[in-house]
Nanobody, 123 residues
Framework: QVQLVESGGGSVQAGGSLRLSCAIS????????MGWFRQVPGKEREGVALLSAGGSSTYCADSAKGRFTVSKDNTKRTLYLEMNSLKPEDTAMYYC????????????????WGQGTQVTVSS
């Protein structure tokens, strides 16, 4: 069983920065694609940024390109999402997810999910 635990959410003003972390329990996580998704009430979960097992990044949300950076630390088995120049529209619950195999922006392909961490950006 794969367990994911997010941390790092919070409340910031527009223009600020946050770094989200996702710790994964599985020692063989290097074979998984891991990603960040976000969801606001009443809307579908949206892919934000992914990191494939091979280390290639994919930014699913156009709004994330140039502002967000996805990375991982293999020694800590942790995925990160560095978010800069935050906007009120970035407000959402952010989830970490993992799947075996290649990257996919749709949340439907992901088998493992964390509990989520709230990000709130005020204007």
């Amino acid at each position: 069983q794969v367990q994911l635990v997010e941390s790092g959410g919070g409340s910031v003003q527009a223009g600020g920065s946050l770094r989200l972390s996702c710790a994964i329990s599985k020692s063989t996580y290097s074979t998984y694609t891991m990603g960040w998704f976000r969801q606001v009430p009443g809307k579908e979960r949206e892919g934000v940024a992914l990191l494939s097992a091979g280390g290639s990044s994919t930014y699913c949300a156009d709004s994330a390109k140039g502002r967000f950076t996805v990375s991982k630390d293999n020694t800590k088995r942790t995925l990160y999402l560095e978010m800069n120049s935050l906007k009120p529209e970035d407000t959402a619950m952010y989830y970490c997810a993992a799947k075996f195999g290649g990257a996919a922006c749709s949340s439907h392909w992901y088998n493992y999910w964390g509990q989520g961490t709230q990000v709130t950006v005020s204007s």
